[in-house]
């Protein structure tokens, strides 16, 4: 499992070491170099750089790398209020594109959390600090964390 530190920002000690094993140990994560930067209540922050393995005929990232790291970014936000959630729908808008090796971070945030429905929102940065792309997602919660928790 690959480790790195990940700062918690008031979530119960549990769940967090819990949220960061799934995240660090989960291969589609691993493979597109998703890692996790810190988890709050109700928010999230990761960071990756761009593989050119994933890059478009352009050389930069292709949209779908950017689409799942926001589904996973903005998944986690909710997941971070105790929930298992699955995405029922996202909208994303690109600004700019992003260069293989770019270093990107992603900050979410839960905008509503009712029995039936998540809605999150995400915002992601280049390495200049430029707003490249802004998306929401709606999210079904399926069940809560604590009770798959050991």
Avoid: C, W
Avoid at 14 to 38: C, D, H, N, S
Avoid at 62 to 67: E, K, N, T
Avoid at 127 to 138: A, D, E, I, P
Wanted: proline share 5%; charged share 20%.
């Amino acid at each position: 499992m690959p480790e790195y530190p990940v700062e918690n920002r008031g979530l119960e000690e549990k769940l967090f070491i819990t949220l960061v094993r799934t995240i660090q140990e989960m291969p589609a994560l691993q493979k597109m170099g998703i890692r996790v930067a810190y988890l709050a209540p109700g928010r999230a922050g990761f960071e990756m750089t761009v593989d050119p393995g994933y890059s478009n005929t352009r050389g930069t990232a292709h949209g779908g790398l950017i689409a799942a790291f926001v589904d996973t970014v903005m998944g986690y936000a909710g997941i971070t209020l105790d929930l298992m959630l699955v995405t029922l729908e996202m909208n994303i808008n690109y600004f700019f594109s992003v260069k293989v090796g770019e270093r990107v971070t992603a900050e979410s945030e839960v905008l509503h959390a009712g029995r039936k429905t998540v809605v999150t929102e995400a915002k992601v940065f280049d390495s200049r600090n430029r707003l490249v792309s802004k998306s929401r997602g709606t999210y079904f919660p399926v069940d809560k964390i604590s009770n798959m928790i050991p």
